[in-house]
Each structure stands twice: as structure tokens, then as C-alpha cells.
């Protein structure tokens, strides 16, 4: 039953449109001068429509962990402290990062099921009367838990301490799927990559910036020269050259994944669309845990994220239905990452159904369903009515 077009519905890479696919495939053009070089400048006010701002932006051809260590460099000194808000495996994953450039980082660990409880950062930014934390670290949707953080609930938070710390956020996997407004909820600094919301393969990282995060960056003494978000974020020459070669092929996908996000659909109907296909996932769930131990990892729909769901099957249900929907359906599902040691048996009870991007409601309509016979042909226990109640939260949103 594989044969037909296969999904690759982890949480990222995700699924790459074929116009972003056919936009790349071309010769690579030259990059002294012509069209890239208009293209690429063009590209700037685009990228930081997608981000909600009107400050700086960086790009770099990396994925998502050399742009958490670009940021990371451009915003501390040796031996500075950030306050990092973990809420999963990759909030942790940026803090180990953090450590070893040198950063000395106090991490306010909330767990791998719920989100960041903004009273209690406030409380670690008043104890630190002196100022040396120089910046609050959020995972916004953190891929491995699906946990998403209230980012607004958490700069007032800040802001309620009168400390002066920058918040930044890593957004790599709700740009582009979850409303993000980085200006408007006083965020200075966002992570980025291509391969997730963006609809691109991964090589591309980016790191948007505030003037405030400028001005800070200007004492950072961890920056090396190809990280250094200061000209990256000025000057067309810079644009046009990345440092040394432009990443060619990867800027043709971009234009055309941000002209269909920003231009043809519209962001904020890509934030709705992500949500009322989410809204599917979760109706599926909620079905098949009725008088079963399947569960949503995230309990409260508040704090889900929209592109990524995190799941319980016990007794290695999860493992054994992600190898049947591959083997079977031509659908491969993300594995549980960072609830239990590979090694460990638990490792086989938790997957995660990715829907960022480039999904529409026939793709997710089709995962669910072809949950649906897994569970059946493996003969794991689950409530009845999962296809049904998904279809209902696509036919009538609430
Ligand atoms: C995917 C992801 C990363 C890591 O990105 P890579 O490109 O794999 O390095 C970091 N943070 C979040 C929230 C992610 O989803």
C-alpha cells in the first residue's frame, strides 16, 4: 500500500512545494551581478515581513544550530549569563550549545509537558540585582514536546522586573506556522531556519534582530567573523556575497516560498490554516484516548504548538505504529525525541505528527486515517470516531 506519493510528516524538514523545488532547479546563476543581486536585496523586507518586524536581519547558510550559535556569539560576552526557559529537549539542546561558547546559563527547567510559567522568570530576573543575565532564552513551540510559550505573557513578565535583559526567542519551528509578531510583542531577537514552516531544505539559518540586540551586540566578545550579525544585517555587498558564496539555489526556493506564504495565501491565513489542521490532529487523539492510554503529550489546546504534535502510545505502540504506517501506508512519522533514551523500552511509547508547512487538509486527513488502520491492523487499543471527529474540526472550526 506504499506505492503512490509518500509523506514525510516529521516535524521538519518538512514538505517542500514543487514551485520551491522547481525554483531551484537551475543552473547557478552568477553572483557578481544581475538578477540575484536584485533578487537577494528584495529578499530583506520579505524576511522581515515573515518575522513581523522592521529591524535586522541575518541570514547564513547553516540549519538551525548554527543559527542558535550565531546568535548566541552575537549576543554574549565571556562569561555573561542567560536565563534560558526550557520546556523540551530543544530548549536544553540550546543551552548546552550556550555552555560550551563559553555563556553561562541558569536553565528554569519547566519539564517535558507544559509551558513556561512567566511569573516564575520574573522571579529569576529580580534576583539578579545586578544585571548580569543578559538575556532571556524562549523555545517558542519546542518541537520535541509540542509545548508553545505565551511570548507576550512573558515579556510582560520581564518588563514587570524593569530588568533590562533582551528576550530571544527560538522560532524555527512556529515561524511561518504559529503567529509570531516580533516587534509588536517586544521580542529582540528570532531564530530561524529554511526547513520547517519556511518549505525549504535545510541550509539556510536566520537570526532577525532588535536595535536594542545591535547595540548589545557591539561588546559581544564570543563573535567570529562569518557570524557577525553586524554587516550581515547592512549593506547590499553584503547580500549579494554571504560571507563568500551566496547560498544561489536556496535564495531562488526562498523568493518563491515567500511570495506564496506573503503574497498568495497570506501569513495570517497561514497561522489559520496551521491551527484548524492542528484542531484535526488533536480531534484524532482526543478520540482514540477515550478509554485507551493514548494521549496528547500537552494537555491544555492553549498550549500546544500548531505545527507539531506530541504523542503517548504505551507498551511501544507508538514505535510499532510509526514502522507499520511506513512499511503499510507510505507515511513516515517523527520519532519521540527526548522523552526516553533511545536504549530505554519507553523510547518506542512516544511519536510526533508534523504539520508545518507545505500540509493541507487532505495531507492531514490522510495521516490520521492512515493512524487509524494501524491501530486496527496492530490491534492497539483506541477509543472509536478518530477520522470522523478530524474531519468535523476541518468542516466546522471553531
Ligand atoms: C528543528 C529545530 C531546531 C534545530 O534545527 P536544526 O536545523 O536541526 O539544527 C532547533 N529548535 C527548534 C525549535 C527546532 O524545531
Not at 543581486?37 to 513581523?52: E, F, G, S
Not at 533582551?166 to 511561518?176: E, H, K, Q, R, T
Request: one cysteine or more; hydrophobic letters at 45%.
Amino acid at each position: 500500500m506504499t506505492t503512490g506519493r509518500t509523506y514525510l510528516a516529521i516535524p521538519g524538514p518538512s514538505v517542500s512545494p514543487e514551485r520551491v523545488l522547481n525554483a531551484m532547479h537551475r543552473s547557478a546563476p552568477n553572483i557578481y551581478e544581475g538578477e540575484i543581486v536584485d533578487m537577494t536585496r528584495a529578499l530583506i523586507p520579505d524576511l522581515r515581513r515573515v518575522a513581523q518586524t522592521s529591524q535586522h536581519v541575518a541570514i547564513y547558510i547553516a540549519n538551525g544550530h548554527g543559527a542558535w550559535e550565531a546568535a548566541n556569539c552575537n549576543m554574549f560576552a565571556r562569561g555573561d549569563r542567560a536565563l534560558l526557559v526550557a520546556t523540551g529537549r530543544f530548549g536544553h539542546g540550546w543551552a548546552e550549545g550556550l555552555a560550551r561558547q563559553g555563556v553561562s546559563v541558569e536553565i528554569i527547567d519547566f519539564g517535558k509537558a507544559s509551558p513556561a510559567d512567566p511569573q516564575r522568570i520574573a522571579d529569576a530576573l529580580r534576583a539578579d540585582t545586578t544585571h548580569q543575565i543578559k538575556a532571556v532564552l524562549v523555545t517558542h513551540v519546542d518541537t520535541a514536546s509540542s509545548a508553545r510559550n505565551d511570548l507576550p505573557a512573558i515579556r510582560a513578565a520581564i518588563d514587570s522586573t524593569g530588568h533590562p535583559a533582551l528576550l530571544a526567542v527560538d522560532a524555527i519551528a512556529s515561524l511561518a506556522c504559529d503567529e509570531l509578531r516580533m516587534d509588536d510583542w517586544g521580542i529582540d531577537v528570532v531564530v530561524g531556519a529554511s526547513q520547517k514552516g519556511l518549505m525549504l531544505p535545510p541550509g539556510l539559518g536566520f537570526v532577525w534582530f532588535s536595535d536594542k540586540a545591535l547595540e548589545l551586540s557591539r561588546r559581544a566578545d564570543l563573535v567570529t567573523p562569518y557570524w557577525d550579525w553586524k554587516p550581515r544585517g547592512t549593506g547590499t555587498e553584503f547580500w549579494q556575497y554571504f560571507g563568500g558564496t551566496a547560498p544561489t539555489h536556496h535564495l531562488y526556493g526562498l523568493r518563491e516560498a515567500l511570495t506564496m506564504i506573503l503574497d498568495e495565501e497570506g501569513l495570517e491565513a497561514v497561522w489559520a490554516r496551521h491551527q484548524r489542521l492542528a484542531s484535526a490532529v488533536w480531534a484524532a487523539f482526543d478520540a482514540w484516548g477515550a478509554g485507551s492510554a493514548i494521549a496528547l503529550n500537552m494537555a491544555n489546546p492553549t498550549d500546544r504548538g500548531h505545527s507539531v504534535t506530541a504523542a503517548t502510545i504505551p507498551h511501544g505502540g507508538a514505535g510499532a505504529l510509526r514502522r507499520w504506517l511506513e512499511a503499510e501506508a507510505g507515511v513516515t512519522l517523527g520519532i519521540g525525541l527526548g522523552m526516553a533514551a533511545p536504549s530505554e523500552p519507553a523510547y518506542q511509547d512516544f511519536l510526533r505528527v508534523g504539520h508545518m508547512g507545505h500540509v493541507n487538509a487532505h495531507m492531514t486527513l490522510g495521516v490520521l486515517a492512515s493512524m487509524e488502520a494501524g491501530l486496527q491492523a496492530l490491534g492497539i487499543t483506541h477509543g472509536p470516531g478518530a477520522v470522523e471527529a478530524a474531519a468535523r474540526a476541518i468542516a466546522s472550526p471553531t
